[in-house]
């Protein structure tokens, strides 16, 4: 898998070894109102995926996951999107307090060869808080071209929700 780079223009993501298609990139970001370790430390943790989830479709952690991510760690996701499924992660990118990304693999193998999209979550300083940062990148997705009609809207409105939910959960523990 490429490594990303974090460079940004109007029309594109840098990737060692190409660039991205910007239609491919879907990124929301909201400024919460916490430290970025307070953010980070829900992020990391796999079993709190299911209350940031804005889109429904986190279920809960599969039994095993690690109480925090690292990079190359993996974790199990029991997910719903109109039927049941499992998906597999593994953390592709990981700077402690930072950045955190990984890559969903069906639990099943079937159809994992189509399957690269990536999930990233950025946070940087920012006046009175954090800058919190979800991208989905499809650039690496074989249906990508599908999935930017298809489901680019919807991700980014449930993306939105995402970052509200994290806010809320972040700023009510404080």
Known sequence: MAAWLGARSADCVEYIGGV???????????????????????????????????????????????????RGATFGMDMKRGVPYRMISTVTEFDDGRLIAWAPKPASGRGARFVGRVWRYELEPADDGTRVRETWDISREALRFVLRYVAASRTRQEMAKSLERLDRLVTSAA
């Open 20 to 70: 991205a298609n910007p239609r491919d990139i879907v990124s929301v970001e909201r400024v919460i109102h916490a430290p970025a370790a307070a953010i980070f430390d829900i992020i990391a943790d796999p079993s709190r995926h299911p209350e940031i989830d804005g889109s429904g479709s986190v279920i809960q952690a599969r039994p095993g996951v690690p109480a925090r991510l690292t």
